[in-house]
C-alpha cells in the first residue's frame, strides 16, 4: 500500500487500538477485526504473524488474570478437539477447494448469529454429537485459513453462559492454539526487523486498549454480552461470506 510510513503506522495502530477493546472486552474478534486493514498495509503474511502475537499477548494477560473462571477439564476438551481438527485442516487445505467450504462456513456462523440474536436463547449446552463436530469443525478451519474463532465461539457461548468464564475460556484456548500457527510463523522466518518494529509500535495501543476493554467488560450486563457476542459472531460470518 503505497503511503508515507508514517500514515501507514499511524492506521496501523488504529487498528489495534480499536480491535484490541473488543479483544479485551470479548476474548474475541481482535483478529478478525484487525487482520483486514493490516493485510492491505503490510501484506497477509506479515500481517497475520504480528497480530496473532498481539492477540495472544492478550489472550495471556486474559487468562492470568481471569484464572479462577477457567474449567480445566472443558478447556483440556476443547483444546484436544480442536488440535486434532487442526492438523486435519492443515492436511485438507491442500486437497480441498477452500471456495467450497468458506460458503458453507460463512452460512452457518451467520445462522447461529441470526438465531440467537432474533430468538430467546435455550440456555441449554449443546448435545455431545453436536459439541464435538463443532469444535473438530472449529480446529479444521483454524488449521486451514486460521480463522476458525467464530465457530469455537458458538461451541464456547453455549457451553459457559457468564461473561468471566466465556471470556477466561475463550482466551485461554488462543494462548495455547496461538502458539501452534507462532511457531509456523518463525520457521518462515516472518519474525524479522520489520515484525518486531511493528511489534513495538503495536503495544502502545494494546496497553490502553485492554485497559479501556476491561473497564466495559466491567460495566455491562449479561444480556449485553450476549449481544455483543452475537453480533460479532454475525459480522464475521457475514465478512467470510462477502
Not at 485459513?145 to 467464530?150: L, W
Not at 494462548?175 to 518494529?197: I, P
Request: aromatic letters at 10%; a positive charge; one cysteine or more.
Amino acid at each position: 500500500m503505497g503511503l508515507p510510513v508514517f500514515i501507514k503506522m499511524s492506521l496501523f495502530m488504529a487498528a489495534v487500538f480499536i480491535s484490541n477493546i473488543v479483544q479485551a472486552l470479548t476474548g474475541f474478534a481482535g483478529v478478525m477485526l484487525s487482520i483486514p486493514p493490516t493485510i492491505l498495509l503490510y501484506g497477509p503474511d506479515m500481517a497475520k504473524a504480528v497480530i496473532n502475537v498481539i492477540c495472544w499477548l492478550v489472550c495471556v494477560y486474559l487468562m492470568v488474570k481471569n484464572r479462577e473462571y477457567i474449567n480445566k477439564k472443558e478447556l483440556g476438551r476443547i483444546i484436544l478437539f480442536m488440535l486434532i481438527g487442526m492438523a486435519a485442516g492443515i492436511y485438507l487445505y491442500n486437497i480441498v477447494d477452500a471456495r467450497i467450504l468458506v460458503p458453507v462456513y460463512g452460512l452457518l456462523i451467520v445462522g447461529v448469529a441470526l438465531k440467537n440474536l432474533l430468538l430467546k436463547p435455550s440456555g441449554a449446552s449443546l448435545p455431545v454429537w453436536v459439541a464435538i463436530p463443532v469444535l473438530l469443525g472449529a480446529g479444521i478451519i483454524h488449521g486451514m485459513f486460521a480463522s476458525g474463532g467464530a465457530l469455537l465461539v458458538v461451541y464456547l457461548a453455549s457451553a459457559f453462559r457468564d461473561k468471566n468464564s466465556f471470556r477466561a475460556n475463550v482466551a485461554s484456548v488462543w494462548t495455547v492454539l496461538n502458539l501452534v500457527l507462532m511457531f509456523t510463523d518463525y520457521e518462515k522466518g516472518l519474525y524479522n526487523t520489520e515484525f518486531f518494529e511493528l511489534l513495538g509500535i503495536g503495544v502502545i495501543p494494546l496497553v490502553i486498549a485492554v485497559y479501556l476493554g476491561n473497564k466495559i467488560h466491567s460495566m455491562i450486563n449479561q444480556q449485553m454480552f450476549n449481544r455483543l457476542t452475537y453480533g460479532l459472531l454475525l459480522a464475521a460470518g457475514s465478512m467470510i461470506l462477502v
